[in-house]
């Protein structure tokens, strides 16, 4: 091992922590602005430590909203956020799984055809497709909808790539021998191949669900009712353009309370967020 | 990792034979990629090549005009230049500074642990959010920060001046992609093998001439890798910071190519020229995704 210096170790720290403090910064006032007073806020007044609002300003959070702009509780909105994020997750898997096995474990005409299909929407980010998929959903009744917020996005080449690459390494025996015990495609995919592919398919769920918490565009263009808002829409409309309105304290622990989620799960589950990083990204 | 699925040879010997079973098993994903990604994309190239006269009633096939119409206004020349800047000033700040930290990082420290978690958080924060905090943090007349620009004599307002408020965009994008910049950085550094840095050390190389002749050249295909990630990600993912901190301006000081198709699309108007813009969008994710493609087939055989 090479060794470091005293000072190279003591400098690393420094750095490490410098980095730290840039990062949770933004993130720390966020914190601080929602616990104090609107009035003191506005006067530019604002002070970096805590306030005496936290309660309240919270409770008008989750369970009023904002006085002005849109009264909609934010409560409501990280519902609306929260099916919206599990419908993409589990849809992108679970569409994606049945593909990767039929492309892998079945010989039939057009079969890689189907597949680069599937790939090429890699190319197809929804911002170069925004307005003709929104004429099709509204065209199809979806507008302000769980379906149009997720279905449109529910295709994933990465995780097809993903599952397919991962059914490549299991063995040929298993099928001959789940096989020989009688097994039929449904029986091998339930029993032998969905067990094996668990660690996958989480590592793969705690991306996709922080992706589709975070979905922006999509929701911004097709919600229109404020209940069906997600909680990323319904920040942006707190900012009133006229600054003297806006209640930033409210927009504040709307921001902290959008990021809960996502955060919360990058930490808990750490191990699996950098596997499935990691292997859907490259 | 994986290269281009064509370059795999490796098939599956023991398969199930069903003639119709496979169909119903890629139909789902098949049906939602034609309709809501291949349908939509072709009626954008197809608009893209006509032109509706002004009260809409009828259309004519106008071949490229849309396209050198576009090239034509300044304003469209203007987005792909602050585009690519912005681009560019993004990926350079956000993975400089994860270099540094993930440098630092991979040193045998006590609590790496801790600061790797501490470091990569910001990944799951969405962009409209992102844009929230930093507008507020440096918010002309209430921002904490620009209490302190202001008493360093800096005429600080991002509402107004362009050049600030491109600026602040760059930096709220680029704080986001710390920590994805970082944990690949740091995978990337702790995949170079001990003993290269050893025998490099044994040669009496310095920390800082060890980084630069050893550990820099063996990390060029991460570095690679991740300046395309960051382009994409400056392109497209921008679009929520920029909604919710400055809606493209003032003027038009922080509109891309991305906020313009937005803008343009909801004020309605010359569908061809939106559809073009869409179309050149296209065209710029199908070159990044190839560059990439062809960058990670590449860096197998490395």
């Known amino acids: ?282 | 990792m994986r290269g281009l699925p064509v370059s795999e040879i490796m098939q599956k010997h023991a398969i199930f034979q069903s003639k119709l079973l496979p169909y119903a098993l890629v139909a789902p994903q098949l049906a939602i990629v034609l309709i809501f990604f291949y349908w939509p994309a072709l009626q954008a190239v197809i608009q893209s090549f006509l032109l509706q006269d002004a009260f809409g009633l009828s259309t004519s096939f106008v071949w490229f005009e849309n396209y050198l119409e576009l090239f034509k206004e300044p304003a469209y020349f203007a987005a792909i230049v602050r585009t690519f800047v912005f681009s560019f000033a993004i990926a350079l700040s956000s993975l400089s500074f994860a270099l540094l930290l993930a440098v630092m990082a991979d040193k045998p420290l006590r609590g790496s642990m801790l600061y790797r978690t501490l470091l990569i958080w910001p990944y799951a924060v969405a962009p409209p959010v992102v844009g929230v905090l930093w507008v507020f943090m440096l918010h002309p007349s209430l921002g904490v920060l620009s209490r302190g620009l202001r008493g360093m004599g800096i005429d600080w307002n991002p509402l107004l001046n362009g050049d600030q408020a491109a600026l602040l965009i760059i930096l709220a994008a680029a704080w986001k992609q710390i920590s994805y910049n970082f944990l690949f950085f740091l995978a990337g550094l702790q995949s170079i093998p001990k003993s290269v840095i050893e025998a490099a050390a044994i040669d009496g190389a310095r920390p800082m001439r060890r980084f630069w002749t050893v550990i820099f050249p063996l990390l060029s295909p991460t570095i690679f890798f991740l300046l395309v990630v960051n382009i994409v990600y400056a392109f497209f993912d921008t679009f929520g910071i920029i909604d919710t901190m400055t809606r493209g301006g003032p003027g038009k000081a922080t509109e891309t190519l991305v906020y313009k198709v937005y803008t343009d699309g909801l004020l309605g108007g010359n569908l061809g020229s939106s559809a073009a813009q869409s179309v050149i969008l296209m065209a710029i994710v199908i070159i990044l995704t190839a560059i990439q493609f062809r960058f990670v087939e590449r860096k197998v055989t490395y």
């Open chain 1, 1 to 282: 091992m090479v060794e470091e210096e005293g000072f190279q170790r003591y400098l690393a720290h420094v750095i490490l922590w410098i980095g730290i403090a840039i990062v949770a910064f933004p993130v720390y006032l966020a914190l601080v602005a929602s616990t104090q007073d609107n009035a003191v806020i506005a006067n530019g007044q604002m002070s970096l430590l805590p306030g005496g609002h936290f309660l309240e300003t919270y409770y008008q959070t989750l369970f009023v909203g904002t006085s002005g702009s849109t009264r909609e509780p934010v409560l409501n909105m990280m519902l609306n956020s929260l099916i919206m994020a599990l419908l993409i997750a589990i849809g992108k898997i679970a569409i994606s799984i049945i593909s990767a096995y039929a492309i892998v474990y079945f010989r039939f005409p057009f079969r890689m055809g189907i597949f680069w299909i599937i790939f090429i929407t890699l190319m197809l980010p929804v911002e170069v497709r925004i307005y003709p998929t929104y004429k099709i959903v509204a065209d199809l009744h979806l507008l302000d909808s769980y379906a149009g917020l997720s279905l449109p996005l529910i295709a994933s080449a990465t995780a097809t790539l993903l599952f397919r690459q991962f059914f490549m390494t299991v063995p040929d025996e298993l099928l001959e021998a789940s096989r020989i015990d009688g097994a039929g495609p449904f029986r091998f995919f339930w029993d032998t191949l969905l067990p094996l592919s668990r660690t996958n398919m989480a590592a793969l769920f705690v991306i996709l669900f922080i992706l589709g918490w975070n979905q922006y565009l999509w929701p911004l263009l097709i919600t229109t009712r404020d209940d069906m808002q997600t909680i990323q829409v319904g920040i942006r409309k707190m900012i009133t353009t006229t600054d003297a309105l806006t209640e930033w304290p409210v927009v504040m622990a709307t921001a902290l309370l959008a990021m809960l989620p996502p955060v919360f799960v990058v930490v808990v589950m750490q191990k699996l967020f950098v596997r499935g990083l990691v292997e859907t990204e490259k």
